[in-house]
């Protein structure tokens, strides 16, 4: 039986549903082929796209790695500091 978008119009919807609630931070897609939810961040962090099976909590993996991101841009290592040698 060969496959119809019709066939999977509740994950589309609820991708759309995600995607007003993450707003513009958040560009997120239902993938047929890989029968998950796929999420890419469109903020100011350099995070990897987010894949979640429809059973899964997307919105939490989201803020979970959103999370992350900032926990690592704010690190003391990536703040600028003296230069070497500087006393």
């Known amino acids: ?9 509740a994950f589309y919807d609820q991708a759309e549903a995600y995607q007003q609630h993450t707003g513009e931070r958040w560009w997120i897609m239902w993938s047929p082929s890989g029968r998950v939810f796929v999420a890419f961040y469109c903020g100011p962090f350099t995070i990897r796209p987010v894949r979640v ?3 899964g909590d997307l919105l939490s993996e989201l803020a979970r790695a959103e999370r992350a991101a900032f926990r690592l841009a704010h690190r003391p290592s990536n703040r600028p500091g003296p230069a070497w040698g500087s006393p």
């Not at 039986?1 to 119009?9: H, S």
Request: zero cysteines.
């Open 53 to 55: 099976a429809p059973h």
């Open 1 to 9: 039986m060969p496959w119809r978008v019709t066939d999977d119009r």
